[in-house]
Every structure is written in C-alpha cells, then in structure tokens.
C-alpha cells in the first residue's frame, strides 16, 4: 500500500505526517530519512496500546538508549501531576535538549507528552505516534498540547509542533467501536467546515470507512489531515481562523466537564454532541438553512451518532453547562464565544452571545 506524506510548515517547525499501514515496521528509517537525531529516547505510552507494539517500536530503537513509561490516559489523569512525572524521569535519567520523547496512544497522551516536551529545558525533540483515529485526524496535527485543571479541559499547555507524526493505521485496527466513533466526530468536523465533496464522499463511503477498508480509511485520515494542516499553517496560535476548528467544541468540552469527564459521553461523542447543538442553534439564529440543516442532522442520525442532549442531561444541568462555557478559553468578554454555520465549507466565527441567549436555547432543548 502507496504511504501518503503530508508536510506541515508552520512559524515554528517543519515536519511530516506519515500516513499508511504498517509504518512503525519502518520506524528506523523514516526516522533517519527525517534525519531526526537523537542518543535517548524516552517513550510515553498509553498502557491500552498492545505490549507487542510497543516492543515493536523499541526493537527499531535498540540502537539508541531507550526507556518506557506507560500512562493511563484519560481525562482525569491529564494534569500536571502526570506531566510532573514525566519531567521527573528526563530529568533523573538526565535527558539533554537534542534527545527526544516519542508518544504511542492516542490524543490524551500525545497532548501531555507533548507539554512535557515542551516544558523540559524548554523544549525537547518531540515525535508522535498516535494509535487512535481521534489522535490521527486530530489532535496530532497543529501543535496544541496542555493538560486539564478543576476550572476546565485544557486551560493549562502551550503550543509545541512535534519533529514528526506517524499516523500507522494498523493501530486502529484494535480499536472499540466507540473509539473510532470518537476519530469519526472530528474527521466529519473537518469536511463540515471546509469541503462539501468531502462530506459527501463521507456520507457515501461511512460503512466502508468504519471498517478500515483500503483505501477509504487512508483517503479519509488524509483528507481530514489536509483539511487541518491547511487551517493550522495560516493560523499556529489560533489567533483567527483557526477558530474554526472549535466547531461544536465549546458545547462539547461543556458537557464533558458537567459529566466530569466520565466514560458516559467520551471527546468525540461530545465533539458530534456539540456539533449537533452548534447546527440546531445556527438554524434556529437563521444563520444555517433547513435543506443544509437536513444534510448533515441526517447523516448523524442515520448512522447512529450520538444527537439527543436529553440523553445526557436534564434542564437542571443547564447552568453547570452554562458555567464551563463561560469559562473557555475561546471567551475574550462576558459573551460566550461560539463558531456556527452558514453552509457545509462555510462557517461563521466569532459570533458572541449572552448567557441569556444561549440559557434559552438550551432550556428549550432540554424541555421538548
């Protein structure tokens, strides 16, 4: 199978995304091809990935002086306390600026090794390998890193591009079924916001796609790939367009932290959670029109996606909801921030509303 290459150039680095199956076989060369130095290596990895793959990727390292420290990646333990134990041993094991630290998991992981990479002697060659679809379309791309605090998801990180991700498909193959939903949410973000075609190959091809079929998964984490390096390139520290990446997100990091983060809803539910509300509240605003609303509010249902907030929540829950909306990190003013949309490719950022407003709406949809 044809390995596809992306290159992402931004102010502070240049690096490819390697996209294809069995690439950690080859692990060893692309990083010498990339002419990527180093003598230590420090790997953080999720324990949910399989011990063979690990073993694997160390095997391809055995020339280097190579250690393991695993994490169990979730929500609550993305903080810096698990970021502070990763500082602790790349400075015990007296790690220097031109070693490197390679994350193998999905977002959770790559986004605190990534900020650990960032913080250790302010700044340590970084390579990602992400082992799920949400952390291959998503969160590998563009930089972003942080961890959580009791005051919201993410409010604490910095933005560090890694020297090199390689997104190896053979990973996904392991994956739960609510997993690769999670990939799924972001990847129709994507083609929501930016290309009409894509979405539409999308709602063609989706059975095929959730089976990892080639070449449709390839295309697809490709496509959805081009889509963000796009965005990312004009717009690092998401002072302005890149904004648009946060569709349906303000809701959906809402109601993960009104949930707690707990296993009930997981990122990518939440993330088609909120792109569900984002579309009923531009449609009900006339910013969105019904035969637009109907296209997409269609697929989502007709493949089981989650899009019922009544699932979840009651109207008592709409001022928590209300609250950890008012606190992210997007707001500039007492307004709520949100990004909304205009048509599939064309969305509306900066777009401000009161509490008010928005209580409102969502009381409504909670009360129906």
């Keep these: 199978m044809k390995i596809k290459k992306l290159l992402v150039k931004t102010n502070q680095e240049k690096y490819p995304i390697f996209i294809g199956s069995g690439l950690i076989l080859n692990l060893k060369k692309i990083i010498k091809n990339e002419s990527i130095n180093f003598t230590k290596c420090l790997i953080v990895a999720d324990k949910n990935v399989p011990k063979k793959k690990i073993n694997m990727i160390k095997k391809k390292l055995s020339n280097k002086e ?67 679809l949400l952390a291959q379309v998503d969160s590998s791309i563009g930089g972003k890193t942080g961890v959580n605090t009791k005051y919201g998801k993410n409010l604490v990180g910095s933005f560090y591009q890694p020297k090199l991700v390689i997104s190896d498909t053979d990973f996904l193959k392991t994956l739960p079924k609510r997993e690769i939903i999670c990939g799924y949410g972001e990847i129709l973000k994507h083609s929501i916001i930016s ?56 809701f959906a990091h809402a109601y993960e932290a009104s949930l707690n983060f707990s296993k009930k809803l997981n990122h990518g539910e939440a993330v088609i959670l909120g792109m569900f509300t984002a579309l009923k509240f531009s449609k009900s605003n006339n910013f969105l029109p019904t035969n637009e609303f109907k296209i997409i509010t269609n697929h989502i249902k007709n493949f089981g996606l989650p899009n019922d907030i009544k699932k979840y929540f009651f109207l008592k829950n709409v001022n928590k909801i209300l609250s950890f909306m008012a606190n992210d990190k997007k707001n500039n003013s007492n307004k709520i921030n949100l990004i909304l949309l205009k048509k599939i490719g064309k969305p509306l950022i900066n777009k401000k509303f009161d509490k008010k407003t928005l209580k409102i709406f969502l009381n409504k949809e909670l009360d129906n």
């Excluded at 015990?92 to 650990?116: E, H, M, P, Q, W």
């Excluded at 990892?212 to 690092?236: A, G």
Aim: proline share 2%.
């Design 66 to 132: 190579t250690s393991t420290h695993y994490l169990r990646a979730n929500e609550k333990n993305k903080n810096q306390k698990t970021t502070n134990g990763i500082l602790e041993i790349l400075l015990k094991r007296n790690f220097s600026r031109d070693d490197i630290l390679i994350s193998v998991g999905g977002g959770i992981t790559g986004d605190i090794a990534g900020y650990a990479a960032s913080l250790f002697k302010r700044g340590l060659k970084f390579i990602n390998i992400p082992t799920t």
């Design 195 to 250: 290309n009409k075609s894509f979405f539409q190959f999308l709602n063609k091809n989706f059975v095929q796609i959730l089976k990892f079929r080639s070449p449709f998964i390839e295309k697809t984490i490709y496509e959805s790939c081009k889509i963000k390096k796009k965005i990312v390139e004009k717009d690092e520290k998401e002072r302005n367009i890149r904004k648009v990446l946060n569709f349906g997100h303000t």
